[in-house]
Structures are given as C-alpha cells and as structure tokens.
C-alpha cells in the first residue's frame, strides 16, 4: 500500500524522474520505482472505468434483466472483466518488482528494438538487392537515358557490399553487449546489485543503455533512407548516433563497476577480483 500511495503522489502533481534530485521525499519508495508503478495504475484506471461504464449501458439498456438477446454485450463485459483482471495481475508484479527488475525490462526492450532494428534493415537489404538483379536484366525497360545516379544504383561501389556488412556487424554487436549485460546482472553468485542508489542515478543508467537501441536504429534509418523516416535522413543525426555508438559502451561499463559490484562474502583475500569475469562473459559467442 506504501508503493500505491506515493506511485499515487507521482501522478499529481506530475513528477518527471530526471528532475527528482532526492529520494527522501519518498520516504525510501524511490521515485524510480514509484514513477513506473504508477503508468501502471494509470492503466488499470482505465480499464475499470470503461467497465464500469459498460455495465451502466447495460442496465440502462436491458431494464435490469438480461435476456438471452444481451448475451453479446455480457460478453463484452465479460472480456473487459477478464482484462482489468489481467491488469491489476500485472499490477501487483510491479509491486513486486525490485529495482534490478526494472532494469532488466528495460535491457530486455532494448534487446527487442535491436532485433527489429535489424530485421527491418535485412528486409531493406533484401528489397533492394531484388529490384538491382530485376533492372539488371530488363535494361532496356525504361524509357529514355540512364541518369548518373540511376547508373550509380545499377552498379553500385563495391564498397557498399562492405558497408552494408559492417552495418549488420555493428547492430548484431550492440545485441550481443545488452544481452552480456544481462547475463552479468543474472551472475549473483559473483556479483551483487548495491541498494543505495538514488532515482537520478538509476535513471541515467538505464538511458545510457537505452542510447545503444536508440543510436543504432538513427544510423540505420538514416542510412537506408527508404525505410527511415523524415527526421532520420539528417547528416546531423547520423554523426551523433556514430558519435553515442562509440562513446556509450565505455561509459555504461562504468556504471557496471559502480552499480555491480564483487560479491565478496564468500571470496578469499588473496583470490582475483570477479571482475576478471566480464572478459570471460564477453568473450562468450552465442
């Protein structure tokens, strides 16, 4: 009831987590976890509401009695029953969520768009292979001269074989670290979450590692520009994605040594620091 009460006191006023510099107005219910517990509640709102309007529409309609002609809109009331269930379940998951939990939703979102990142960028590959290899063989399908840029497309620079496979390597990498980094999260036998960190600091670790999915669907959207959106198709954007790419995996490992940390109850002095364990971890090929 502790968590609902003040997830309650982030909805209003509206409190946005970047801007919460103390968690002591929480009495020790992090913001960070309060603020998503109460999305959360949102939804269940929503859900019972629009059940509870259902049910009047059904009694104003039915004059108190339900015949076997109100046996659809029993069944929409029943199907809203069942996802206001569904919701409150999921609810009190999150009630029980620790704050590593949160995070490795978040990993696990990630790991989610990079993998769409990089199916949508195959399917481009593919697409635009076909249509080359079909106007290779119907030359003479088109009316009039072959432009530069059209004769650039038929026969494209060798090096783009090159960059299309580097452009691959690069998302299937940034896949590989988020779902290392997940692993390492899991490895409590040898390291251990510490519990002190504020709602701040949390937040920008989980942005930090959001900026690899992020940064990564910019570059390719904006290198494929048939499938990327307007506001992808900048030089700008494309060179600060290459930019976070680059900068981002130092930073977050870190705040992998400042937020996971040797779990040494168990570890004898003169024995190496666990910490030797992340090249073993990411030096796992899967």
Known sequence: MGKIKFAIACIHPELEAAEVRSD?????LKSFICCRLAFKIYEVNGHVCELLQTYRRLVEDSGHLCDDHEAQKRAEVLTMTDECSDAIDKTL???????????????????????????????FIHQTTVRLEEQRRHPMSRDGPTSRHEGNLLHPHPGMAHARTSVIAAVKLARLFLTQLLKISNDT?????????????????????????VSTKSLVYGLSEEIGEDQFNDPVIIHQSITHLLSAPRLIMLMINYIFVPNLSHQQADQPSPKILYKAWFCQME
Request: glycine share 0%; hydrophobic share 40%; net charge negative.
């Open 189 to 213: 036998e040898n390291f251990r979450m510490v519990s002190d960190l504020t709602t701040r600091e949390l937040d920008i670790f989980v942005t930090m590692i959001a900026t690899i999915s």
């Open 24 to 28: 002591k107005d929480f009495k020790q």
């Open 93 to 123: 998951k999150v009630i029980a969520k620790s704050e590593l939990n949160h995070i490795q939703d978040e990993w696990r979102l990630n790991i989610e768009s990079l993998n769409e990142t990089l199916e949508i960028f195959t399917e």
